[in-house]
């Protein structure tokens, strides 16, 4: 008898050990080669997704991180949305805050360190505890990204639209980027410099839409951020009609719902045709967004479990 309980604890182990190498093994990647491609994503296979807000914040891994947005891909296909800041020196760094004392060990304002001065600082998860992890310029994000992940890119004040056009051509990654706009004048300034590239741009309604139809902005190539609360079915369906994919965010309120009320309501969401939720919860949310492609069938030819 106690020769067949320690096999049974055994093989319970074992079996621990595997799911826990699965888990960790297993990366839901999106292997894009150009726009055309993330077009198809977005606007024909419409699957499911969720942008993990500054890459997701959890213990031991800091927002804004490149092994936090690595441990996003393990819960499903990723949109990764992340900050970008500028050096002393011009060089682009992922940084939200003006200052370093939030989530570095370093302290003051970004802008007031070379990046070499700014590499001897590590990163702080979001319980203020110190990790091994550095600062991550935009280049070696953007590299890493390549065949992982879809970028939304939120533009710090300050930091020139230009230099990050020169990063995203750089690193041939037109395919997986997304630059983050918040009003009319903003994506027209940036469709002057970069029209092939997409943008995600503050659109609550068929008037948003209309003023960048009448300043001459390719729509074609626009993913609409709806705002933080529940969109009315009016916007919804006008934005279905004209086939812009819409971007939820549920950071705030809606994920503080979700974990109170149900995560059920990530996948109502989904099926009322909002196809990207931006999320604090990515895990949880990207749980609802497998759940809903599978009860629907949805499948994508660039998604693939690595």
Sequence with gaps: ???????????????????????????????????????????????????????????GFPENCIETFERATIFGPAIIETDIAMTKDSVLVLMHDDKLDRTTTGKGFVSDYTYSEIQSFQLKDYKNTQTTFKIP????????????????LDVKRGVPYEKIIESIRKNNAEAYSIVITYNADQARAFHKRASDIWMSVSANGKEDIERLKDYRVNINQVVAFVGVTEPSAKTVDYMKSQNIPM?????????????????????????KGIQILSADRNKEASEQALKYAEKENLKSQFIHLK
């Design 137 to 152: 310029t935009l280049d070696e994000a953007l590299k890493w990204g390549k065949g992982k992940v879809v970028y939304t």
């Design 1 to 59: 008898m106690k020769q067949y309980i320690s096999l049974v604890f055994a093989a319970l182990a074992l079996t621990s050990c595997e799911n826990k190498k699965t888990e960790t093994n297993q990366n839901y990647y999106i292997e894009l080669n150009s726009t055309a491609d993330l077009e198809t994503l977005l606007k024909t296979e419409k699957y499911p997704l969720v942008s993990s807000h500054r890459g997701g914040d959890s213990k």
């Design 247 to 271: 971007i939820l965010g549920t950071l705030g309120n809606l994920d503080k719902s979700a974990k109170t009320n149900g995560d059920q309501l990530y996948e109502s969401f989904f099926e």
